[in-house]
């Protein structure tokens, strides 16, 4: 839900079209993507308002449900949400919105991953994600094992996220990300890496160490779902 | 307006807001950005419609009026269109949506040019927009002479642009453009080259020889304008 985040995200999501299109046969034009609304609104930073549950303009949910309104409203079938912690809201906005398709990131991540034959995970998040257990449940779900960093490791995390992606310094995420990751890599030798956080893609596949691990981008995985909807429902 | 260029503008636009707050001494913050939509709707191919001014479904102006009322109805102000050719029908979107504050990119770049001192430039684009003369007219006014590309070198361009970026050879369109660029590059010393058409700038940059050249992106220089735009009326 940053909005670099979003952006990144249509651009997956165009890709995922035109792989289908071809995959199909068919030739990729322009016409041939469905029509898709991108929605970046104001909302209050999902992180803090899970560390402080009580009501107020901190709060992300009604912002969210309003967004989600709109795009019904321009006849939107099929909703991705391009932010992991936001995902602790999906019920209440999947109930708020019954008519939307309203996508789980981590459902469809951990769905992926054990059709990818994958047993084991890192899990990188930021501290919202960690506290709702969102991936965790899901690739339990799915019989994969969630591995998550220490505590020091994750205000690592955290940093990289905030003084490195959201503020644009890019060098600073690639390092916090990296480092632990590479560390993670040691005690849990053979797991793939959930990227879970939409601002860890835009940093971490660029570190020289990268190319030793098997990333794996929920934000991609939710681009190719969505496509796939966009596909069966036309 | 092609789905991979819409995708592209969200990004330079992104960044161009997180250049404003850095600038104003303010935190770049998710909550420091506009709201902004983006919408990309199905619309007939724009430089076959200008080549076959024929009434009929093939014509863009309707679905391209009915997406900038959906946008008023959400609450813009400001709207840019991420596709040069589609500006040949600038004037009948502005009279017919008269409350939005509808940018022109061509008026955006050259205005761009000449406060930068550029006074020659070759332009790329595609041949509705050298049918229409969209930018020979803003340059002309901005004191820019703005040199063509000869007949075959439309054609290479085009291929460049439709069996390059729209279909995804990428390494296809570096070709196509860097070539055509190289050779008015010998016949116009000193020039810069705007590359009007959104595809372009998603290919030519990463040729080799790019880097001896002025390339100018109108799209940057539009998100730059829709960002000031943006933070001007908040």
Known sequence: ????????????????????????????????????????????????????????????????LDALGRLHSLGARAVAIACNTAHAWHAPLQAGCPALDLLHIADETAAHLAAAGVRQAILLATEGTYATGLYDAALARAGVACHLPTAAERATVMHGIYAGVKAGDMALARRCFAGVTGAMAVRHPG????????????????????????????????????????????
């Open 191 to 234: 797991s793939a890496v959930v990227m879970g956080c939409t601002e860890i893609p835009l940093a971490l596949p660029d570190a020289e160490e990268a190319r030793h691990w098997q990333l794996v981008d929920p934000t991609a995985v939710l681009a190719e779902a969505l496509a796939r909807r966009a596909y069966a429902a036309g």
């Open 1 to 64: 839900m940053g909005p670099a985040a979003g952006a990144d995200f249509v651009r997956l999501f165009v890709q995922a079209c035109a792989r289908r299109m071809a995959a199909a046969g068919r030739p990729v034009t322009d016409q041939g993507f469905p029509e898709h609304w991108l929605a970046q609104v104001p909302v209050p930073d999902r992180s803090r308002a899970l560390a402080d549950t009580t009501p107020g303009p901190h709060q992300p949910l009604d912002p969210m």
